[in-house]
Nanobody
């Protein structure tokens, strides 16, 4: 089992930045690829960003590419999502997720069904 706890969400204005953190515990963190997803009210949960177990590969949804950066620190068992130039449409609950199986390419990392463990989420609200 892997336990994931997100933090860092909040209420900000358009153009501001936020850094989300996800702390992992349980199994060996570096065995897992990690992803960030988000869910806005009335919408499906969607892929935001993912990072391979080593940090050597990263993937982003087109809607956040160039504004968001995913990173990880395997020594601290943590994954981060730096969000810059936030827009009102970024408002959502953000979830981190862990994927213990082999994954390759955007289609794999971007699939919700690929991930085995999920956190409870942290709310991000961007006002205009």
């Amino acid at each position: 089992q892997v336990q994931l706890v997100e933090s860092g969400g909040g209420l900000v204005q358009a153009g501001d930045s936020l850094r989300l953190s996800c702390a992992a515990s349980g199994r060996t963190f570096s065995d897992y690829a990690m992803g960030w997803f988000r869910q806005a009210p009335g919408k499906e949960r969607e892929f935001v960003a993912a990072i391979s177990w080593s940090g050597g590969s990263t993937y982003y949804a087109n809607s956040v590419k160039g504004r968001f950066t995913i990173s990880r620190d395997n020594n601290k068992s943590a994954v981060y999502l730096q969000m810059n130039s936030l827009k009102p449409e970024d408002t959502a609950v953000y979830y981190c997720a862990a994927d213990g199986a082999f994954c390759s390419g955007y289609d794999c990392y971007g699939s919700r069904s690929e991930y085995d463990y999920w956190g409870q989420g942290t709310q991000v609200t961007v006002s205009s």
